[in-house]
């Protein structure tokens, strides 16, 4: 689902803001995920260097870009921008009936217990597909987090869900970073390709005191 920054909890840089994606930002977006993809074939000390920052796996294109900028209603699409408004990060969310249009088979490959799938089919739930922080701009990803579970909120959506690698490279750094945000993992769905991905759900709603 996403890639970080190598020590995501440092507190971040003042000097950067977070926007809602223009298509301006696209060019800066598409060259920063590229920084991030998992190889299709990677060596051991690439593996132990993807273990310290997080990757991307399945990659999203111009089209996709432009689809969640203008399609605001279904989509969460923020970038956080340095003071030259350089593209440091950004974040990809969609509407999960959105997301179902997409993966119409998604649903059918989940394996979680039946009150999870309940939930998914009862709320109003936002599919978590991409964050991606700059190496090296720590701060970042609780940022975009921070301000993604806001539009969250403010457009009424009750829980977020995404996936996290778990085989065969295990993104540990995104899943420590999503669970330090209180995620927790409440299932997995595998595809045909043979990756493994843990699913993780955070509940947006107000907690009763």
């Known amino acids: 689902m996403e890639r970080l920054e190598s020590?995501?909890?440092?507190?971040?840089?003042?000097?950067?803001?977070?926007?809602k994606m223009s298509n301006s930002d696209i060019d800066g977006v598409l060259s920063l995920l590229q920084e991030s993809l998992l190889p299709n074939e990677i060596s051991d000390s690439e593996r132990e260097k993807l273990m310290t920052k997080g990757f991307i796996v399945y990659p999203v294109d111009k089209n996709d870009l432009s689809e969640a900028i203008i399609d605001e209603e279904n989509h969460i699409s923020l970038v956080a921008h340095d003071n030259k408004n350089?593209?440091?990060?950004?974040?990809?969310?969609?509407?999960?009936?959105?997301?179902?249009?997409?993966?119409?088979?998604?649903?059918?490959?989940?394996?979680?217990?039946?009150?999870?799938?309940?939930?998914?089919?009862?709320?109003?739930?936002?599919?978590?597909?991409?964050?991606?922080?700059?190496?090296g701009q720590n701060g970042i990803g609780v940022k975009l987090e921070y301000e993604l579970f806001k539009e969250a909120k403010r457009k009424k959506f009750e829980y977020i869900i995404g996936e996290i690698l778990k085989s065969p490279v295990p993104n540990d750094i995104s899943l420590r970073f999503h669970e330090g945000l209180e995620f927790r993992q409440t299932g997995t769905i595998q595809y045909d390709d043979n990756t493994l991905w843990t699913l993780v759900l955070k509940d947006l709603r107000e907690k009763s005191k």
């Open 86 to 135: 350089n593209v440091l990060g950004y974040v990809l969310a969609y509407d999960l009936n959105t997301w179902r249009k997409h993966k119409v088979e998604w649903e059918d490959r989940i394996d979680a217990p039946d009150e999870i799938k309940s939930l998914l089919a009862d709320n109003k739930v936002l599919y978590f597909r991409h964050i991606v922080a700059k190496t």
């Open 7 to 19: 020590n995501p909890f440092e507190k971040e840089k003042n000097s950067v803001n977070v926007d």
